[in-house]
């Protein structure tokens, strides 16, 4: 077996068995953590597919996980006052139902990255950063000054939403949703860098040329990769929303954009359990240094400095011991 | 029947321009060999034919399809495979990955690739950067092949490679045009290998057609004036 695949299965096992130890030694703040993990990581895999993959250094993600949240918040917010979201020129109600809410947040988030996507793929480098920053930085203006959900207090919902068959209130229960989903998105991420359109992604990172000359449109080519990739971290948004009980602009930051972006260069750009391994250290620093002091942020800034000037591969890459093909 | 035509084609690179009347004609199934000496336009022919560069007059007519305003993925898309000059593989791929990458519906597959250069099958989980110049050729030409082209373009093929890779090469094209009938157009200056495989030769001095015809009626005159061999 090749060593990134034991890495990678080792990483899974231990963050499977860390709620498992938890609910043994009755410790659900432990089983907490390792949901947060999960959701952070999902939300990592989905930008890596557009930064890994795509090599579209996408500083906007923020966006996508924010409406992903906001689609919980919103939908559920109506469900527990039973006021319908709409009642003309059609009625639509609220819901507190996980698969209504994760199907609205993936839509909301899919149309919001066409739409970002769209204009800012017209640029490249540096400018396509600062346009995506751009976006995500317009979303969570506006949920700032938009009082009918909360502005910006944010929205407080008292019941976690209900998934047929599970009791989500349990924390081993919604972390195991959570994991389920983690999985299929990191299925999903390795045969879609395996697919014809993975592959020509890929090429097009190389060079955008070359690949107009086989035939294929790098800008349709990376328009929908960054979609998919809105998609993915706008599911994450909803998962979050739900294990908090709560949203709020804050979702919409740019500090999260540089977060989700941060569990992809600590784990290791372009790696399949790059994000998992990410998230899983910073949730354990937060943990371990925010407990020194309030400031931990300092050592966090100082480490990241440190895997971008001696282990560009991250942890996955360092610990692998080989390049990243898809570098 | 007619695949492609170029009809006093002309471009700029900037401000200096560089075709000024190309006349290039490919029927169905013809192996043409485009000759010069370096600088004449053979190169910026094939990038104008290919839409990577604006053609500033004339014609393009392939295949039915005007090809003056369509962007570089559609020509390739109607069926101009182009190997590009420098080989340009995918270098973070694999082999087997630079073909999957370029697959479209038909007759090639990894299979028929594998067949025609038996060497990449051998390099398939291969990085594309850790092949040889030949083996790389070799993956260009796959990669090219994998579109399913109805034009396959040869830009410079045998360059800078070891006399006995440039004879793989040629037999790979030789059996191309035998065994598939597939239209090619081969930039090249080695003209006794080009004489094997070519039907017609066209002949560029200063950006302008100067000579058409069957290639074996290239005279020592015409190949002293304008080939320079």
């Known amino acids: ?327 | 029947m007619s695949l492609l035509s170029l009809t006093n084609v002309s471009a700029f690179y900037g401000a200096s321009q560089a075709l000024f009347k190309v006349n290039l004609h490919i029927d169905q199934g013809a192996v043409v060999a485009l000759m010069g000496r370096n600088g004449m336009g053979k190169s910026t022919t094939i990038k104008v034919l290919c839409r990577m560069l604006p053609l500033a007059g004339g014609d393009i007519q392939f295949d039915g399809h005007d090809l003056r305003r369509v962007p570089s993925y559609k020509a390739a898309r109607l069926g101009l495979g182009l190997v590009p000059e420098g080989r340009r593989c995918f270098a973070n791929l694999t082999v087997e990955e630079n073909l999957i990458a370029a697959s479209r519906q038909g007759h090639w597959d990894l299979n028929q690739v594998a067949e025609l250069f038996p060497r990449l099958r051998e390099r398939h989980n291969q990085s594309a950067a850790s092949l040889s110049g030949g083996e790389q050729q070799m993956l260009a030409i796959g990669r090219a092949l994998m579109t399913n082209p109805r034009l396959l373009i040869l830009d410079e093929a045998t360059e800078g490679l070891a006399p006995i890779v440039r004879q793989e090469i040629w037999a790979a094209i030789a059996k191309l045009k035998r065994e598939t009938g597939l239209s090619i157009l081969v930039v090249d200056k080695s003209l006794r290998e080009l004489a094997t495989v070519a039907d017609e030769a066209v002949v560029l001095q200063r950006g302008e057609t100067v000579w058409h015809g069957p290639i074996n009626a290239l005279t020592s005159d015409i190949t002293n004036r304008y080939i320079g061999v």
């Not at chain 1, 966006?63 to 559920?76: H, I, N, P, S």
């Not at chain 1, 639509?92 to 204009?119: C, D, H, K, R, Y």
């Not at chain 1, 976690?160 to 081993?172: E, K, Q, V, Y």
Request: with cysteine; aromatic share 12%; proline share 4%.
């Open chain 1, 1 to 327: 077996m090749k060593r990134e695949t034991m890495i990678n299965a080792l990483l899974a096992l231990g963050l499977l068995a860390v709620p498992l130890w938890a609910l043994i030694a009755d410790e659900p703040f432990y089983i907490t953590l390792a949901t947060r993990v999960a959701i952070f990581a999902l939300a990592g895999v989905g930008l890596n597919i557009a930064i890994g993959l795509g090599g579209l250094v996408s500083f906007g993600h923020a966006a996508f996980f924010g409406l992903g949240g906001y689609a919980m918040g919103v939908l559920a917010s109506h469900a527990q006052s039973y006021t319908p979201m709409m009642e003309w020129p059609f009625l639509i109600e609220g819901s507190n139902s996980m698969p209504v809410i994760w199907i609205t947040a993936v839509i909301a988030s899919g149309l919001a990255a066409l739409v970002i996507g769209a204009l800012s793929l017209r640029t490249a480098g540096v400018y396509f950063i600062m346009i995506t920053l751009a976006f995500g930085q317009m979303l969570y203006y506006f949920t700032i000054s938009w009082p009918a959900y909360g502005g910006e207090d944010g929205l407080s919902i008292y019941i976690r939403n209900g998934f047929p068959g599970l009791n989500t209130l349990d924390p081993i229960q919604f972390f195991a949703i959570t994991f389920v989903i983690l999985g299929l998105a990191l299925v999903f991420s390795t045969l879609l860098a395996k697919s014809p359109f993975g592959l020509a992604l890929n090429a097009a990172r190389q060079s955008s040329e070359r690949v107009e000359t086989i035939g294929i449109t790098p800008y349709r080519l990376r328009l929908t990769a960054f979609v998919i990739s809105g998609m993915i971290t706008g599911l994450a948004g909803a998962l979050f929303a739900d294990l908090n009980r709560f949203v709020s602009p804050t979702m919409f930051s740019w500090q999260t954009s540089g977060e989700i972006m941060v569990f992809i260069i600590l784990g290791g750009t372009a790696r399949l359990f790059g994000p998992v391994a990410g998230a899983a250290l910073f949730i354990a620093l937060e943990q371990v240094l925010g407990g020194l002091s309030d400031y931990w942020h300092i050592y966090l800034g100082l480490l990241l400095l440190c895997v971008v000037l001696f282990a560009r591969g991250g942890i996955i890459g360092t610990l692998a011991g080989e390049e990243a093909r898809h570098d």
